[in-house]
């Protein structure tokens, strides 16, 4: 009698183990996200994207009758975790295509491995070297710097003004803006009269913009993300400085608005449509789906909507659009189906991949916002 | 660069010299007691901050009082520490206690990302943001409030540690403990008073400095640093040594990044660190430490 039991238990234990494996096929992506970490800010958001959006496909009943498996590694900001995580997925879980990371820094640390074992890798990283040059096997969906950067420019030009002081963040994100900045400025006749830096966890940066009240700098232009510019803006508004300020895309979140409060009035910046959904045309084509993106997402989580969310929901439906239009769940032909992305209507604008561009957007990503009563306005030339 | 620019510099640095000078000032008052480094200083700090902000924010308390309840709570946080974590390990040698202090510190900061997330969070100024100015340099009302409630800190602490009969018992604790345990003073109870004092001292700093520097979860780990940095320049074990050690680090950051040059404004108070050590180790205010033999 003890034998059948155990016999029974054994049946039982064994049937739980291998139930996994009967379980219908899936598709499985990966997703290398910094959900902790200095970078959490926009690797938080990614994550409650990814996991929204596969629940709503899979609700509908999957890619081609499969549901997708989305498999999160968080990389804590830090570039080993990324690497394992990389290879984690790449040799473990074998999954499809990867989106992320996070942050540049991690899509550079890992690249090179996509490039070896053939698996797309969809960045929601802003550097633009990830992409420039071109690599076979990696994509990335946000706006680059040079876009922000010649969107403020133009505006800038179209004021007549000709002079202008920087102020950057000296992380990665800061740094890749400044040398955009420094590239771009003598190209499109604008002058550098101050270059000033300042740390990510810096708390006051008066010194700097005394340096920068001291010159005959027409306007500024900060690149970092928060809490640094909020402390800028407090600081010009402290030092009465009445040159206009910008800032860059880094700060197109709610956030910034909060904790710069008053001082944030009148600051320019060049942001994504996600953030002027309301705002934006009818007739625009982002508007339908920025619209419902905004609404999911913000009921689904109650927190504010912010760019870097968008990302990974670009993302994502790149790689289930290109799944879809291929009907093949290959490595390669994801990839391949990815480049041949044309028209393609995402939170950060209009994908028009090619190969040679594996952004695939331009300026017009960016509208350019001015904040007043702790709101965007979308300046109209 | 006129001379406005100058007091700008000098004030700015005072103004976060004052964060670095509190900071320092929690490391010194458990120094002296326990001869340990309490990596967990920063954290305090940063807890003051958030606490303000949570209790501001989530239970609509008003500041004065969102501010008091945060500083008692941090004050308990501290007590917390040496209870739980510092006096069932105080058999072991000083730099385990370090070491364990090392480890509260990364709890506390994983407890308040669980709690309050990743963001940063500021507080409302205390009277108005109109900034003052006097003599081409601007000054937020903020700074003065800063200014004034750090020296207020240091002088109770001066009247605390040479009048009261707790603070002189705290003192012959840091001289030799077994000896003040003769003669009658309650040793554990003066390790608990520091942790406690600190920790109030840290919280004060954290909620008065949220305001114009705002704060996140992960506030406390610069802080902690150049806290520490700022105890090292003033002399170890020295409260207005650490003061004032805080402040002369503040306000060489602000004339390094406005007058050399801002990419190595950290760079720069190290580098004065660096060669401070090689001068004379013991800070400029320190006292060599004698062995008698």
Redesign the interface.
């Known amino acids: 009698m003890k034998k059948i039991y155990l016999f029974i238990i054994t049946l039982f234990f064994s049937c739980m183990l291998v139930s996994p494996a009967l379980a219908e096929e899936t598709i499985k992506i990966g997703a290398i996200l910094s959900v902790t970490g200095p970078a959490s800010f926009l690797g938080e958001p990614e994550k409650n994207t990814a996991l929204m959006l596969k629940d709503q496909i899979n609700s509908k009943g999957g890619i081609m009758g499969k549901k997708i498996e989305l498999i999160i590694y968080d990389d804590e900001t830090d570039v080993n975790k990324a690497v394992l995580a990389a290879d984690k997925l790449l040799k473990k879980d074998k999954v499809v295509a990867v989106i992320g990371p996070t942050t540049s820094g991690n899509t550079f640390a890992i690249e090179e491995k996509f490039e070896k074992a053939g698996v797309p890798l969809i960045s929601c990283a802003a550097a633009e070297k990830i992409v420039k040059p071109v690599k076979k096997w990696v994509f990335k969906t946000p706006q680059s710097d040079r876009h922000a950067v010649s969107k403020i420019f133009s505006q800038l030009l179209s004021k007549k003004i000709k002079k202008i002081a920087i102020i950057t963040v000296s992380d990665g994100f800061g740094q890749a803006g400044r040398e955009v900045l420094k590239e771009l400025a003598p190209k499109m006749g604008i002058e550098l009269v101050a270059d000033e830096v300042y740390g990510p966890k810096d708390t006051d940066m008066t010194a700097q913009l005394v340096k920068i009240k001291g010159t005959d700098a027409e306007a500024i232009v900060c690149w970092g993300t928060n809490p640094g510019p909020a402390v800028i803006a407090k600081n010009r508004v402290q030092l009465g400085i009445n040159i206009p300020l910008y800032m860059s895309h880094g700060v197109a979140s709610k956030k910034f608005i909060e904790l710069a409060g008053d001082s944030a009035e009148g600051i320019f910046l060049p942001a994504g449509r996600i953030i002027v959904a309301e705002q934006i045309p009818d007739k625009h084509p982002q508007k339908a789906m920025l619209k419902k993106y905004v609404k999911d997402y913000e009921s689904k989580y109650k927190s504010p909507i912010s760019a870097f969310g968008g990302h990974a929901w670009d993302a994502l439906m790149l790689v289930v659009k290109a799944i879809e239009t291929g009907k093949s769940v290959n490595p390669a032909d994801i990839r391949n189906n990815l480049e041949k992305t044309r028209g393609f209507i995402g939170t950060a604008g209009i994908f028009n991949f090619t190969a040679e561009d594996h952004n695939g957007l331009d300026e017009n990503a960016f509208e350019m916002v001015v904040i007043e009563k702790g709101n965007w306005k979308i300046i109209k030339k | 660069?006129?001379i406005s620019?100058y007091l700008?510099?000098l004030?700015?640095?005072l103004?976060?010299g004052s964060?670095y000078g509190l900071t320092a000032l929690g490391f010194t008052i458990i120094f002296n007691t326990t001869g340990i480094i309490n990596f967990a200083q920063g954290e305090f700090v940063m807890l003051g901050g958030m606490l303000s902000v949570f209790f501001l924010k989530w239970f609509n308390l008003g500041l004065p009082v969102s501010i008091s309840l945060a500083i008692i709570t941090t004050t308990f946080v501290g007590a917390a520490i040496d209870r739980l974590a510092i006096r069932p390990a105080k058999k072991n040698s000083t730099i385990n206690l370090i070491i364990i202090t090392i480890g509260v510190s990364i709890l506390i900061r994983g407890i308040a990302?669980l709690v309050w997330g990743?963001?940063?969070?500021?507080l409302p100024q205390f009277s108005g943001?109109e900034?003052l100015h006097f003599a081409g340099a601007?000054i937020?009302p903020q700074s003065i409030w800063i200014l004034v409630i750090t020296l207020l800190i240091l002088m109770s602490l001066k009247i605390f540690f040479s009048k009261t009969i707790y603070g002189k018992g705290m003192l012959a604790c840091s001289y030799d403990k077994k000896a003040s345990y003769l003669v009658g003073i309650d040793v554990n109870k003066m390790v608990l008073f520091s942790f406690m004092i600190s920790a109030m001292v840290g919280a004060i700093g954290g909620a008065i400095?949220t305001p114009?520097?705002?704060t996140?979860y992960?506030?406390g780990?610069?802080l902690g640093l150049k806290g520490f940095s700022a105890c090292i320049i003033g002399g170890l074990g020295n409260p207005f040594g650490a003061a004032a050690g805080g402040l002369i680090l503040g306000v060489l950051e602000?004339?390094g990044?406005?007058v050399i040059?801002?990419?190595y404004?950290?760079a720069f108070a190290f580098f004065i660190l660096l060669i401070l050590l090689f001068v004379k180790p013991s800070g400029l205010f320190g006292q060599k430490s004698i062995k008698r033999v």
């Open positions: 660069m006129g620019s700008q510099f004030i700015s640095g103004t976060v964060t990302m990743k963001d940063t969070f500021s943001h900034p601007a937020m400095l114009i520097t705002l996140s992960d506030a780990i610069l602000s004339f990044a406005g040059s801002s990419a404004k950290d």
